[in-house]
């Protein structure tokens, strides 16, 4: 079965500071997304990236795939209180189609 | 459009009961997929339905069972509940074209006593 490795497990970040977490996946990916969720909540979208080498942004978060398509990371820059919750990687691989396997999460803090 | 809605919000049974959770896609959206989170495990697939018919299948027992209606509003059945299947239940919805984005609701929270 394809692994997926969330790092880190936890993240404290002092406002305005940046902070960055990563997922690695064991096979290459079909797509990789990116969700937030606040505590016992939904999952918000993100982002969806889905080419070798692709980079998209929205407002302060930028998230990358790598150009094998087996690695990922979302950076946040300046944080701010409304970047804190459990952000959530998913995997869409090429010979599972329509089930995304997620990551265990990151837990982010923004303290002031 | 309005997003993913799911009913109940919350739910309380005890062990051996069974329960159904009921989630409405977004309009138009014709693929709904039920996951499981738990602190243990995580964000688990349960299963997806697309044109009323399972198409995809996680790895969870046949205690848990799904359905698709013609308007595509899901429901999801747990049979002879366990303490082990304290969860929140998450479904996503996405248009069913390809591998589109999966859209989630806010989530059935299901305590079993």
């Known amino acids: 079965s394809q692994e997926l490795e969330q790092s880190p497990q936890s993240l404290i970040v002092q406002e305005g500071k940046n902070l960055t977490i990563n997922c690695t996946s064991s096979?290459?990916?079909?797509?990789l997304y990116w969700y937030k969720q606040k505590y016992g909540e939904g999952l918000i979208f993100l982002m969806m990236?889905?080419?070798?080498?692709e980079e998209k942004s929205h407002e302060k978060i930028t998230a990358k795939l790598d150009e094998k398509k087996q690695q990922s990371s979302l950076h946040i820059t300046a944080s701010q209180p409304s970047h804190a919750g459990i952000y959530l990687c998913?995997?869409?691989?090429?010979?599972?189609?329509?089930?995304?396997?997620f990551g265990a999460g990151t837990q982010v803090v923004v303290t002031p | 459009k309005a997003g993913v809605t799911q009913t109940p919000r919350y739910l309380i049974k005890t062990r051996g009961q069974q329960v159904t959770l009921s989630c409405s896609p977004i309009?138009?959206?014709?693929?709904v997929s039920w996951y499981q989170q738990t602190p243990g495990q995580g964000l688990q697939f349960l299963f997806e339905?697309?044109?009323?018919?399972?198409?995809n299948k996680g790895n969870f027992p046949g205690r848990f069972s799904g359905r698709q209606f013609s308007n595509s509003r899901s429901e999801m059945n747990v049979s002879t509940l366990e303490l082990g299947d304290s969860a929140l239940y998450l479904c996503?919805?996405?248009?069913?074209?390809?591998?589109?984005?999966?859209?989630f609701g806010p989530g059935t929270r299901l305590t079993v006593l």
């Open positions: 998913g995997a869409d691989a090429t010979d599972s189609w329509g089930k995304l396997q």
């Open positions: 096979k290459t990916l079909y797509g």
């Open positions: 990236l889905q080419k070798g080498g």
């Open positions: 309009s138009g959206h014709r693929s």
């Open positions: 339905y697309f044109s009323e018919t399972q198409r």
């Open positions: 996503a919805s996405n248009t069913g074209q390809g591998r589109g984005t999966q859209y």
